[in-house]
């Protein structure tokens, strides 16, 4: 494989990817990449097509289960993409900034739009390939453009270009390169952070998991059907169904992505024999699994 033209401290060989999980896993990946700038996040993603080598973007990996085997292509990193620029109301970002730094940004500047989005701890990019939202806010509804990049090709979408649903986009056939956002001024948005930081401290249970692990089923909701399933503290392994909160499973970095999936299937027969509904993953299945 012709070599990648940058620095070696952003490509690893035979790296571990417990290194960017949120959770357990044991898998590895051939190459491991981390650019530090849209451009050569786009010369990365050239490279690796243009080789034939298969590979895997991800921002955070918050919602990203990586499996226990070895993958055999490129994890490419874009957390360290991270360009913000403020134009009066509008918000240009890159794919890699986080979303708390986005929301503190806003907040900052007097514009509100993002705040129910704090806590939420994804990249702007991971954000919008899920239309990540919370407290009745999805972060689809703000955007006005996005830069992508496909078969080696970069292009802008516009909003009306693009389609949003309920943990859905269009933008899952495309990487997201940035991004803009229209927001608005006034509103005291750090009170409102402040409000929904308080709501995730209720709700919410702390340790090592990936967020919800299955979408709403509506008008059901999942962490209440696994819970009604009788479900809360179960455990396989090292990963445990969390009893603050059914639809998050607890799984510490000593755990192994194979008994997250185990446990994620059992859920799911459970469920279904016991509320007759089907659970769909939120989460994304990434890497090899053994």
Known sequence: MEALQLPCRRIHRNYPLNRISFVGTRGKTRLYIKPESKDELVYTLNHLAQQGIPFIVCGASSNMLWG???????????????????????????????????????????????????????????????????????IGELVEEVECWKDTEVFVLKKEELSFGYRFSSLKQCIILSAKLALKAG????????????????????????????????????GRLIEEAGLKGYSIGRVRISEKHANFFLSPKEASAKDFVKLAEFVKVRVLETAGVSLTEEIVYAGAFV
Do not use: H
Not at 103 to 121: A, N, R
Not at 205 to 216: D, E, H, I, R
């Open 68 to 138: 226990d085997g070895y993958y055999e292509g490129a994890v490419v990193d874009t957390s360290g993409i991270k360009q913000v620029e403020i134009k009066g109301t509008r918000l240009f970002a890159s794919c890699g900034v986080m979303l708390n730094e986005l929301v503190k940004i806003c907040v900052e500047e007097g514009l509100s739009g993002l705040e129910e989005l704090w806590g939420i701890p994804g990249t702007l990019g991971g954000a919008l390939v899920m239309n990540a939202g919370a407290f009745g806010r999805e």
């Open 187 to 222: 509103r005291e948005p750090e009170k409102r952070v402040a409000e929904v930081d308080q709501l995730r401290k209720v709700k919410f249970p702390q340790g090592p998991s990936l967020g919800c692990v299955f979408k709403n089923p509506l008008p059901f909701y999942a």
